[in-house]
C-alpha cells in the first residue's frame, strides 16, 4: 500500500521535464548567489501558493466525482451540428476556467473532445487550439482563473468583484472575437450522436461537498484566511475521498515555488542590474509591451512574478500578462498542456496560426480598453 502511494505521488514528479528545467536553472543561478539560499522561502509568495493549492484540490474533487464528465457526454449527446458543438466546447472551455484554474478545465474538456474522433468527423485538432484560447480568455476574468490572476489579486488588494470588474473589458471583448470566429472556422454540419450515457455516474456525496467547500474556501480567501480554509479543505477530503489528494498535480505546485526562486535570482544577478533599474522609469506603453513581450519568452506566470517587483499589481499589468498568454505556446502553460494532450505533432505550428492573431487583437483591446478600468 505505502509502495503505491509513493508510486502514484513520485512518478508526476519525475515525468515532469519542466520542473526538471526550472529546478536546474534554480542550481545555476545559486552557483552566482549561493548566500541567498537562506533566503528561498522568503522568495515565495505563500498567499498564492495556498490559494493555488485549495484550488486545486477542490475543482480535483469535482473532477473525480465524474459530474462534468457525465453533463458534457449528455451535452455532446443532445447536439448533432458541427459549429453548435464546437461552439458550446469552446464556451464551456471559457466557462469552465472562470472558476477553475485554466489548465484545470482544459483536463475536463479536453478528454471529452478527444473522445469524438472515434465517433464523428468533427476537426479534433483545430478544436483543441481553440480551447486552449478559450481557457486563456476565460480564465483572466476572475482572480481564480489562472495562477497569474491569483498572485496579482493576493497583491492588489482588490475583493473577488472588484477584480471581475477590473477584467472585465478584456474578457468579454476578446471572448467574443473567438465565438465570432469560431462560427467561421466550424462549417454546420450533421454529427453523429453518442448512443448512451449509462457508463458514466458521478459521485453525488463528492460533487456537492466540494461545491460548498469551493464556496467557503473563497470567502476564506477574500478575508485573508487562506491557510485555515485550505486546511478544512485537506481535512474533509482525508475524511471523504483520499484519493482526491494523491490524484493532484503537485508537481505543479511545486513548479509555482521553484518560479518563485528563480525569478529572484534573476533579479538579483548583478549584472542585470542596469536593466531592471530602468523597468520603473519606462512609461505605461512600455511597461504594457515589456509584460507582454516576457510572457511570450519565459511565459505569463513567471514574467507576472518578475514584473510585479517593479510594478504595481494593477490593470495594466494584468492585462499585459494575459494578453501575453497568446502568442508562443510557451506564452501560457496552459497552452503546452493542450497540445500535450492533442498528442499531433502537426497541431503546433496549426496552434500560432490562430494564437499569434489573438495576441495581436487582445495586447491592442487592452490598451484601448486600460482606460475605462484605471482611474
Same mark, same amino acid.
Given at each position: 500500500?505505502?509502495?503505491?502511494?509513493?508510486?502514484?505521488?513520485?512518478? @508526476?514528479?519525475?515525468?515532469?521535464?519542466?520542473?526538471?528545467?526550472?529546478?536546474?536553472?534554480? &542550481?545555476?543561478?545559486?552557483?552566482?548567489?549561493?548566500?541567498?539560499?537562506?533566503?528561498? @522561502?522568503?522568495?515565495?509568495?505563500?498567499?498564492?501558493?495556498?490559494?493555488?493549492?485549495?484550488?486545486?484540490?477542490? %475543482?480535483?474533487?469535482?473532477?473525480?466525482?465524474?459530474?462534468?464528465?457525465?453533463?458534457?457526454?449528455?451535452?455532446?449527446?443532445?447536439?448533432?451540428?458541427?459549429?453548435?458543438?464546437?461552439?458550446?466546447?469552446?464556451? #464551456? #472551455?471559457?466557462?469552465?476556467?472562470?472558476?477553475?484554474?485554466?489548465?484545470?478545465?482544459?483536463? &475536463?474538456?479536453? @478528454?471529452?473532445?478527444?473522445?469524438?474522433?472515434?465517433?464523428?468527423?468533427?476537426?479534433?485538432?483545430?478544436?483543441?487550439?481553440?480551447?486552449?484560447?478559450?481557457?486563456?480568455?476565460?480564465?483572466?476574468?476572475?482572480?481564480?482563473?489562472?495562477?497569474?490572476?491569483?498572485?496579482?489579486?493576493?497583491?492588489?488588494?482588490?475583493?473577488?468583484?472588484?477584480?471581475?470588474?477590473?477584467?472585465? @473589458?478584456?474578457?468579454?471583448? %476578446?471572448?467574443?472575437?473567438?465565438?465570432?470566429?469560431?462560427?467561421?472556422?466550424?462549417?454546420?454540419?450533421?454529427?453523429?450522436?453518442?448512443?448512451?450515457?449509462?457508463?458514466?455516474?458521478? !459521485?453525488?456525496?463528492?460533487?456537492?461537498?466540494?461545491?460548498?467547500?469551493?464556496?467557503?474556501?473563497?470567502?476564506?480567501?477574500?478575508?485573508?484566511?487562506?491557510?485555515?480554509?485550505?486546511?478544512?479543505?485537506?481535512?474533509?477530503?482525508?475524511?471523504?475521498?483520499?484519493?482526491?489528494?494523491?490524484?493532484?498535480?503537485?508537481?505543479? *505546485?511545486?513548479?509555482?515555488?521553484?518560479?518563485?526562486?528563480?525569478?529572484?535570482? &534573476?533579479?538579483?544577478?548583478?549584472?542585470?542590474?542596469?536593466?531592471?533599474?530602468? *523597468?520603473?522609469?519606462?512609461?505605461?506603453?512600455?511597461?504594457?509591451?515589456?509584460?507582454?513581450?516576457?510572457? !511570450?519568452?519565459?511565459?505569463?506566470? =513567471?514574467?507576472?512574478?518578475?514584473?510585479?517587483?517593479?510594478? =504595481?499589481?494593477?490593470?495594466?499589468?494584468?492585462?499585459?500578462?494575459? #494578453?501575453?498568454?497568446?502568442?508562443?505556446?510557451?506564452?501560457?502553460?496552459?497552452?503546452?498542456?493542450?497540445?500535450?494532450?492533442?498528442?499531433?505533432?502537426?497541431?503546433?505550428?496549426?496552434?500560432?496560426?490562430?494564437?499569434?492573431?489573438?495576441?495581436?487583437?487582445?495586447?491592442?483591446?487592452?490598451?484601448?480598453?486600460?482606460?475605462?478600468?484605471?482611474?
Amino acid at each position: 500500500m505505502f509502495k503505491t502511494v509513493m508510486g502514484t505521488l513520485l512518478k @508526476p514528479f519525475l515525468r515532469d521535464r519542466f520542473l526538471h528545467l526550472l529546478v536546474l536553472l534554480g &542550481i545555476v543561478l545559486t552557483c552566482f548567489q549561493p548566500a541567498k539560499i537562506v533566503q528561498f @522561502p522568503q522568495f515565495v509568495d505563500w498567499d498564492t501558493i495556498v490559494t493555488l493549492l485549495g484550488l486545486l484540490m477542490l %475543482t480535483k474533487g469535482v473532477e473525480v466525482s465524474g459530474y462534468f464528465d457525465f453533463v458534457g457526454r449528455k451535452m455532446i449527446n443532445a447536439i448533432d451540428n458541427e459549429r453548435w458543438l464546437a461552439l458550446f466546447l469552446v464556451m #464551456a #472551455a471559457a466557462v469552465l476556467s472562470t472558476f477553475m484554474t485554466n489548465d484545470v478545465a482544459l483536463f &475536463i474538456v479536453i @478528454p471529452l473532445t478527444i473522445t469524438l474522433k472515434k465517433l464523428t468527423s468533427l476537426p479534433v485538432t483545430r478544436l483543441i487550439i481553440f480551447e486552449a484560447l478559450a481557457v486563456n480568455a476565460g480564465s483572466l476574468l476572475t482572480p481564480i482563473g489562472n495562477p497569474q490572476n491569483i498572485l496579482l489579486w493576493n497583491k492588489s488588494g482588490l475583493s473577488f468583484l472588484q477584480f471581475i470588474a477590473q477584467m472585465a @473589458p478584456l474578457a468579454i471583448i %476578446t471572448l467574443a472575437a473567438l465565438l465570432l470566429v469560431t462560427w467561421f472556422c466550424f462549417p454546420s454540419h450533421s454529427l453523429k450522436k453518442l448512443e448512451s450515457n449509462e457508463g458514466y455516474p458521478f !459521485q453525488k456525496r463528492l460533487l456537492f461537498s466540494s461545491v460548498l467547500l469551493y464556496v467557503a474556501f473563497i470567502a476564506c480567501v477574500d478575508l485573508g484566511l487562506a491557510i485555515y480554509g485550505l486546511l478544512a479543505v485537506i481535512l474533509c477530503f482525508i475524511w471523504l475521498a483520499r484519493q482526491v489528494l494523491l490524484r493532484i498535480d503537485w508537481p505543479l *505546485i511545486l513548479v509555482f515555488i521553484v518560479m518563485f526562486i528563480d525569478v529572484r535570482l &534573476i533579479v538579483g544577478l548583478d549584472i542585470l542590474q542596469p536593466a531592471f533599474a530602468h *523597468i520603473a522609469g519606462l512609461p505605461d506603453y512600455g511597461h504594457y509591451l515589456l509584460s507582454i513581450g516576457l510572457s !511570450q519568452v519565459i511565459s505569463n506566470v =513567471p514574467a507576472t512574478i518578475l514584473m510585479i517587483n517593479y510594478l =504595481p499589481s494593477g490593470a495594466l499589468l494584468a492585462y499585459a500578462v494575459n #494578453a501575453g498568454g497568446f502568442g508562443l505556446a510557451i506564452g501560457s502553460l496552459a497552452n503546452l498542456i493542450a497540445l500535450r494532450m492533442a498528442n499531433d505533432k502537426k497541431i503546433w505550428l496549426k496552434f500560432h496560426a490562430y494564437s499569434f492573431p489573438f495576441l495581436l487583437f487582445s495586447g491592442l483591446a487592452g490598451w484601448f480598453l486600460l482606460p475605462l478600468v484605471v482611474k
